[in-house]
């Protein structure tokens, strides 16, 4: 049948109004170079992407390589640079290899299909990162998703397998909630069925373990033979980007099969310049991980949150969508900014404000937290 004049794009229309209906409509929104108002929201965890060691750090990549990385990393973009930092970073997390690429959230993609494929199980935790669940769907392995937190579902995911190979995927630290991945149990069904584990350290890394090193650093298992981690350089580290570590001999098999490395620009040289220089000072700094849980213990106290945060993420959930992106604006409004999660990112019914601890924050920066966040939290 031949539909003259029917206009492709008109269903847009109704699934506008349908998000606006539930609350769910997004809109960007811009910020100052330096914004006036208290910010909770960014991930910028260590209070890094202004430090003047970070910015020079950038700037003189940017002068030595110039403003792009001009191509793929097998064709001009690989620098001395990428590889210093490459080695640099692995030798904090503990890992023996490491391969950087344009962002996180290409790493994960990157790193679990290339890693797997058909004949293979992935095995996923049902909160994993929304690049995650992209990257199983790319895979064209068979994917089985298990509840958050789930040991034992994971181990019989995997005993019942008729695949050769298995890959259990988690977040080390999950970002809405901010809760922590049982490591340990994970790493013992994976390693008593013979699976490879990723683990997407994004909100570990800075945070967690001795100086920062991560939650797998933490939990003793850096460098094992069948842990491959993938983090971003654009939380605790201020910059932009994604690396994945692990055994060299993954990631000599990423340059070969992983088709975001292959067929991506390298990152800039500044985003390298400036990450490499924001590890150089955690690395001076080492107490700044620390400072991060304290300001987020801190904050969780202020917003009568009953458990103790075990990352930088405080999860205030309001409930209702509508709800919670009025008590965001009403935050801003009295000059400070936070985050507000709604469905997808997070399941219905748990909308939330979701606050960042920085390691930078000040006595007087976090009085007006405790005064603004009581005010708002007190009139829902």
Sequence with gaps: MTRVGLDPLAWLDDVAT??????????????????A???LASNDYLGLSQHPRVLDGGVAALR????????????????ELHESFER???????????LVFSSGYTANLGAVVALSGPGTLLVSDALTHASLVDACRLSRARVVVTPHGDVAAVAAALAGRAEERAVVI?????????????LTALHEACRRHGALMIVDEAHGLGVRGAGGRGLLHEVGLAGAPDVVMTTTLSKALGSQGGVVLGPAAVREHLIDA???????????PAAVGAAHAALGVLIDEPWRAARVLEHAAALAEICDVAETPT??????ILGDPEVAFAAAAACLDSGVRVGCFRPPSVPAGTSRLRLTARASLTDDEMAVARR???DVLAAR
């Design 18 to 35: 349908a998000r606006r209906s539930a609350g769910l409509r997004r809109s960007l929104r811009t910020r100052p170079p330096v914004g």
């Design 37 to 39: 108002e208290l910010d």
């Design 64 to 79: 030595t390589w110039g403003a792009g990385a001009t191509g793929s990393r097998l064709v001009t973009g690989n620098t």
């Design 88 to 98: 640099d970073l692995a030798d904090f997390v503990g890992a023996e290899s490491a």
């Design 170 to 182: 988690t977040d080390s630290v999950f970002s809405a909630d901010g809760d922590l991945a049982p």
């Design 258 to 268: 992983a088709r975001p490395f292959i067929f991506d620009t390298g990152l800039a």
């Design 311 to 316: 990352s930088a993420v405080v999860s205030v």
């Design 372 to 374: 603004v966040l009581t």
